[in-house]
């Protein structure tokens, strides 16, 4: 890695250009203003990113992988960017209306029937 002189100094990686910094993607937020998204949530682009949209180029690769659904750890891991900074660009994402977030199914009391015989048969097929 090479860096250029001055307090201006910028950090450059000779392969990829330009490094930004996981907090400069976020604007310096830890959390994403939709709530924490859980790992397993499904990720969907909802629509083509407008032209007049500004966008991180990371903000613009998650809407295109997202083409098809991935699990909000599949984005990240997609990008090699960590949880917390992937999180709050989906919330950006979702805010401005180009992602679908689709939340992993609860079991609130006890499991139903369907649930019970559909593990029942998993097991069996195994």
Excluded: K, N
């Excluded at 991180?56 to 295109?64: H, K, L, S």
């Amino acid at each position: 890695m090479r860096t250029t002189g001055g307090h201006d100094e910028a950090w450059y990686d000779d392969d990829a250009g330009p490094v930004a910094r996981p907090y400069t993607m976020t604007r310096g937020r830890t959390a994403s203003d939709h709530g924490q998204l859980d790992v397993i949530s499904l990720v969907v682009a909802r629509r083509a990113v407008p032209d007049s949209a500004q966008l991180f180029p990371e903000q613009a690769r998650i809407v295109e992988r997202c083409r098809r659904p991935l699990s909000v750890a599949e984005v990240a891991a997609g990008l090699d960017l960590p949880l917390g900074t992937v999180r709050v660009l989906l919330g950006d994402l979702l805010g401005a209306g180009l992602i679908e977030m689709h939340e992993p199914p609860t079991l609130s009391g006890r499991p139903s029937r369907e649930l019970l015989e559909a593990i029942l048969a998993g097991l069996r097929a195994l």
